[in-house]
């Protein structure tokens, strides 16, 4: 077997184990898992006809979800898809850890991910047998590089990269033969300018060759106990992944396709959501601020990239000691080692309690 990193957040069982300890109970901002209800159009979908299909559903989906999700870009986002280039999968997660494998990277193979990052990233290379190259901002990935990860939103830091520097990343990429695969799960949540899918016409051109886009409803649409994501872009890297998941099974569920359509279908919803928030990152940051923390970045996403000037795992401690659980930054790569991420994905109570701690 591949030899894969420790699961990082088994490293937090002391501190978790500290923050539950507190007269109050845990505020656990560790993991942006969703709290809030799942929406009613969703699960309306969910419940309806197509949880009485007996038959097995198509790896490709339904041509009415396609279009939806495809519609969903463009309205969205303003990045135009065909929906023949349009994939549903079985959460970002998976799609996230097998596409280098997927796409025929192996030993020999780098893939090139952002200095700070999502660390399933490292683990799919892994899986796959390449090795991981980290890129400084603006550091065009060297010779040999077979797929290059973008974030933005940035997991963990909320960083949004502008349009033009997306695009210069996607000309590096293109220059060195590489996939450009976008992870663009927080794309929605964006709280003052829209951030650009690397699908735009401001990055690609309207060229998606060699463009690969990830999408999922777990964020926006409370949907990650569903495993409902998707991924878009060029046409024939799309087509060449659903022959190979065709092969390996990797198919969404009948109902799960339902309650994508209807989430793709529904802004409302996400607008709601997005405010929801919104207001629970302000207070959150306010507080942080207050009690002498520094937030850096953080424009967009469900997190709060924070630090207070020593080394993770202590303030990861002090945070504990107030009954509060965060993220060490080094989760996400050695340029994270002073940071902590918080997560804003907490009950309204939750967060006004944490509010309270930090400002004993």
């Not at 079985?90 to 999502?118: C, F, N």
């Not at 065009?140 to 909320?158: D, E, F, I, Q, Y």
């Not at 060195?176 to 735009?200: T, W």
Request: glycine residues 10%.
């Amino acid at each position: 077997m591949r030899a894969l990193p420790d699961f990082p957040w088994d490293s937090l069982a002391g501190d978790k184990a500290l923050a539950a300890s507190h007269p109050g109970g845990i505020v656990d901002l560790s993991v942006g898992t969703p709290v809030d209800p799942v929406p009613a159009v969703v699960r309306a979908a969910l419940a309806g006809p197509a949880a009485d299909v007996p038959g097995y559903p198509t790896t490709y989906g339904l041509p009415s979800l396609r279009e939806a999700l495809a519609g969903a870009l463009d309205r969205r986002f303003g990045a135009p898809v065909d929906p023949a280039a349009v994939l549903p999968t079985i959460g970002s997660k998976e799609l996230v850890a097998w596409l280098p494998t997927l796409l025929g990277v192996g030993p020999g193979d780098l893939v090139a991910v952002p200095d700070t990052a999502y660390p399933t990233y490292e683990v799919g290379a892994l899986i796959a047998g390449a090795t991981v190259v980290r890129l400084a901002d603006g550091e065009a990935p060297p010779a040999g590089t077979r797929l290059v990860w973008l974030n933005s939103p940035s997991n963990p830091t909320g960083r949004v990269l502008p349009a033009e520097a997306l695009r210069a990343a996607v000309a590096a990429a293109r220059a060195v033969g590489a996939v450009v695969a976008s992870d663009e799960c927080y794309l929605s949540l964006s709280f003052g300018s829209p951030a650009a899918s690397v699908l735009a016409p401001a990055v690609s051109d309207g060229d998606h060759a060699g463009l690969l886009a990830v999408h999922s409803f777990s964020k926006s649409s409370n949907l990650a106990g569903y495993r409902a994501a998707f991924l878009a872009g060029d046409a024939r890297l799309v087509a060449e992944l659903l022959e190979i998941r065709k092969h390996a099974g990797m198919i969404v569920p009948f109902p799960v396709q339902a309650a994508m359509e209807a989430a793709a279908s529904d802004d409302a919803h996400v607008a709601e959501q997005v405010t929801l928030y919104d207001k629970r990152r302000g207070r959150l940051r306010a507080a942080l601020e207050g009690a002498g923390y520094r937030v850096d970045h953080s424009e967009a996403g469900l997190y709060l990239w924070t630090t207070a000037g020593r080394p993770c795992r202590e303030t990861v401690h002090a945070l504990a000691e107030k009954g509060i659980l965060a993220a060490p930054g080094e989760f996400y790569g050695p340029a994270g080692a002073s940071h902590v991420r918080i997560a804003v994905t907490a009950t309204d109570e939750r967060i006004d309690e944490a509010v309270r701690r930090l400002a004993g």
